[in-house]
């Protein structure tokens, strides 16, 4: 990845959590989503947004809601960094399920 690529994904990261913080309850209903990770493409044109969601029971139905919301998602974001960016890259949205790697490798080493 690119020094470009990394600057960009940071900044993609943190106004992506300021949305989040900033509209959980008006558009996911007060569920918590945190930002884990972002990585852009190398042509700046797509950002690939990791999301942990809490309560994990709801995680199929908040992502298909973040899925649902892109647009209103990347207006939020162009208002944010629009004077930073040439181009507002195109969002997509996946779980972040590393916590429920690492609970599952503790479960597994617990076991007698």
Known sequence: MSIRQEKISSL???EMSKIFQ????????????????????P?????????????PT???????QAKEH??????????????????IPELTFFPDDSLDYSEEIDRLLKKP
């Open 70 to 87: 892109t647009g209103l998602l990347r207006k939020y974001l162009g208002m944010e960094v629009g004077k930073l960016l040439r181009k």
């Open 12 to 14: 993609v990261k943190r």
């Open 43 to 55: 042509d700046m044109g797509v950002a690939r947004i990791y999301i942990s969601i809490f309560p």
């Open 58 to 64: 709801m995680r199929e139905v908040m992502l298909s």
């Open 22 to 41: 900033q509209h959980s309850n008006e558009l996911f209903k007060g569920s918590l989503i945190t930002v884990t990770q972002v990585r852009v493409s």
